[in-house]
Nanobody, 126 residues
Framework: QVQLVENGGGSVQAGGSLRLSCAGYGYTLSWYCMAWFRQAPGKERERAASISSGGGATYYADSVKGRFTISRDNVKNTLYLQMDSLKPEDTAMYYC???????????????????WGQGTQVTVSS
């Protein structure tokens, strides 16, 4: 049974840091593009960051660029998101997602995402 299990969420003051992790069970993470999505109350889910299967290509939303760093350890089957200089607007439920890789290309459209984690809450206070 495939599972994505997130950890590392919590409450932090503005300017602080958190590191999220997403461990994959029951599948080979290196075959997949991986992403971190987030959803704040009353807002649509957005892709905050993503990384290609080999780790050579990354994407960041403008709102997190320069503050968040996505990385992966395919040996440990784990995805990470280092979040620095956190802002209250970063408050959201954070989900990891896996989409099958097609060469170096990654797509995270709803029909392309194969697996979702259960989410971990991040709350940033001012």
């Amino acid at each position: 049974q495939v599972q994505l299990v997130e950890n590392g969420g919590g409450s932090v003051q503005a300017g602080g840091s958190l590191r999220l992790s997403c461990a994959g069970y029951g599948y080979t993470l290196s075959w997949y593009c991986m992403a971190w999505f987030r959803q704040a109350p009353g807002k649509e889910r957005e892709r905050a960051a993503s990384i290609s299967s080999g780790g050579g290509a990354t994407y960041y939303a403008d709102s997190v660029k320069g503050r968040f760093t996505i990385s992966r350890d395919n040996v440990k089957n784990t995805l990470y998101l280092q979040m620095d200089s956190l802002k209250p607007e970063d408050t959201a439920m954070y989900y990891c997602a896996a989409a099958p890789a097609s060469g170096d290309a990654c797509s995270f459209s709803p029909r392309d995402v194969r697996y979702w984690g259960q989410g971990t809450q991040v709350t940033v206070s001012s």
